[in-house]
């Protein structure tokens, strides 16, 4: 199964597996997973239950940020740059690419190019079972949000 993924899906399984991640079966799917809406309808399962990941960027450091949120929620910046110490501004296409080496729209909470300082919503803590991208528009898989803050390291925020 696993061998006839793309190359960025695979990169996020090998990344899982590398985690010690057995349960995460990355999964590409015909229906486009882009948007939290788009996945929730392609998986069946609700908006609140897809863990976007966006990337920003420090605006001092130029550092990159992972912000894992709920599909229904917007991310409060400030209470984000509370956390981390400096404001944040959102990421163009180039720079997301460029520091986790995924497209906007597949960006996994794992496999990135360099270690990201990660924010998880605390939102997420209310569902048995959540779903990540896995790399690119079309792959997801399953976690819940226990191996999310595990697989992550992510600090545990409320981002509304």
Request: charged share 20%.
């Amino acid at each position: 199964m696993a061998e006839s993924l793309s190359r960025s899906a695979q990169r996020v399984q090998d990344a899982l597996a590398a985690l010690g991640f057995e349960m995460g079966q990355v999964v590409e799917l015909p229906a486009s997973t882009r948007t939290a809406a788009e996945a929730a309808a392609a998986i069946g399962c609700t908006v609140a239950q897809i863990a976007k990941s966006l990337i920003f960027r420090g605006v001092q450091s130029g550092e990159p940020v992972l912000v894992i949120a709920s599909g229904v929620n917007r991310v409060n910046e400030a209470r984000v740059a509370e956390h981390l110490g400096e404001p944040i501004a959102k990421a163009d296409a180039d720079y997301v690419r460029a520091q986790t080496g995924f497209v906007i729209g597949g960006v996994p909470p794992v496999g990135h190019d360099r270690p990201l300082r990660t924010f998880i919503d605390a939102d997420l803590r209310q569902y048995d079972e959540i779903w990540a991208a896995a790399g690119t528009p079309h792959a997801v898989f399953r976690l819940t949000p226990a191996d999310l803050e595990r697989l992550t390291g992510g600090e545990v925020i409320d981002l509304t």
